[in-house]
């Protein structure tokens, strides 16, 4: 059974939802998944990895802090042993680290950021934005094995049947391990993962005016709040909100950008979002070229319309 090894990222043994998306993507290839996964609780993904396809888990021991290197080597020493074809993660943090190490440890030209993968005749073929999203390259590997990420909101989550055969490896070690890691202190959901984000810029006048904002994206209830790079630079919103070139890239199911004028910076982190709404008082604002929907007005007045109807129907709902 010619195999795909997926790393997946998981808190206590519950998988990131963009990993479960790149288990997804290997399941869509009809090769056999085989999910990774490390540090503590990792065996406690065995259920929610059956239910997402995984066909086998294969659990590294000894690995309670994190290490870069010690767990490309376990993702290498497991893709050997396995025979896997190919090796798949999100395209988050860990997923972009992870992806230089292993493919330089395997010889193999990583691609990364993928918006689309499929598989035909012992091929991969992915697409990839690039310039900014103004362009997609359509790109299939040469190399022996096949490595990439996958980014967040993009490929759909499997549904699997029995129970995933699962495997305890201990853990090559590493030369560099992650001590410690100071939470925000918050239980905010990331823009990158977030199905809705509602972005807000420049137009909102000053940090205050954000509170417009949240009020949409709490009564979304599902929604995460992001920001242009004039505001962040501003000190009105922190850095890990930022979407764009400089920020996150994000493919939310629903994009709302409020008082943003949509500069080619901006876009690049937004583009590939599913539905696009513009909130602008400026017709001519160059947002509205990508957008789906777009609203001309005042952000102060159109903002608290639309939370007060989502509110509403979620309530009928
Ligand atoms: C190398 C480089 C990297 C960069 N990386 C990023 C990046 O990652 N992300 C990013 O966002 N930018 C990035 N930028 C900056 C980018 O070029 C823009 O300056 C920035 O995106 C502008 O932010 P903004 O849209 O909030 O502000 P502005 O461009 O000032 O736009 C504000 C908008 O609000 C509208 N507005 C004003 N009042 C209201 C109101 N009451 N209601 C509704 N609308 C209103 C205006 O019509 C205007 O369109 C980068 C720039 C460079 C050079």
Partial sequence: MTSILVFVEHKNGAPRRASLEALGAACATGLTPIALATGPGAANAAAPLSAAGAKKLVVVTGA???SPDGAAADVVAAVKSHGAVAFLAAASSTGKDLLGRVAGLLDCAPLSDCTSL???????T????????????????????FCATLRPNTFAVATGSG??????VASAGGKVTVTGVAAKGDAKLDVKEAPVVVSGGRGLREAAGFKIVEDLAS????????ASRAVVDSHWRPHGEQ???TGK??????YIAVGISGAIQHLAGMRTSKVIVAINK???APIFKVADYGIVGDAFEIVPALTEAVKKAKAAN
């Avoid at 499929?118 to 991969?124: L, P, S």
């Fill in 64 to 66: 309670d802090s994190y």
């Fill in 219 to 226: 009564a979304f209830g599902n929604a995460a709040v992001g």
């Fill in 126 to 145: 992915v697409q990839r934005p690039i310039l900014a999203g103004k362009a997609i390259v359509t790109a299939q590997s040469q190399s022996a094995i």
């Fill in 163 to 168: 129970s995933a055969e699962v495997v305890s």
């Fill in 243 to 245: 979407v764009g070139q």
């Fill in 118 to 124: 499929t598989y035909a005749g012992g091929t991969f």
């Fill in 282 to 284: 400026d017709a001519a």
């Fill in 249 to 254: 890239t994000v493919a939310p199911q629903l």
